[in-house]
């Protein structure tokens, strides 16, 4: 399938949907850090977790299912700049677009599901 650029409204979505995966993963991360360096149970700075996943997207995309690394970090963070600079949804591998469920599934993706698995045989 051809790449097209998503609309607005779509890109929109995305875009704050990864906005949340990256604030999700940085504040793991955060805590995963202060965690291991012993951490400073003094000072308290949990602020309240949202927690509402009555949004419909989040049934698809379970941010549960995220691997909370700073690799996935990254490439959250990398998808947003795909987001800004328009290129977001278009495979890195075939530059064909990546598959709405797999976006939408996870929006990180970089590469169409056929490029994925030739990146983990190792041939991208
Ligand atoms: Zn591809």
């Not at 097209?4 to 704050?16: C, G, H, I, V």
């Not at 977790?49 to 379970?62: H, K, L």
Request: with cysteine; hydrophobic share 30%.
């Amino acid at each position: 399938m051809p790449f097209k650029k998503l609309s607005a409204k779509e890109l929109d979505e995305f875009r704050s949907h990864l906005v949340r995966a990256q604030e999700l993963l940085a504040g793991d991360l955060t805590q995963l850090h202060e965690e291991a360096l012993g951490g400073n149970s003094g000072q308290d700075s949990s602020e309240p977790r949202a927690t509402d996943t009555s949004d419909s997207y989040y049934q698809e995309f379970n941010l549960e299912l995220l691997e909370r690394d700073e690799t996935t970090l990254r490439e959250v963070m990398d998808a947003i700049e795909r987001v800004d600079a328009g290129s977001f949804g278009q495979c890195e591998g075939c530059a064909e677009a990546i598959a709405k469920d797999r976006l939408k599934a996870m929006p990180h993706a970089r590469y169409c599901i056929k490029c994925q698995r030739e990146f983990e045989r190792g041939n991208l």
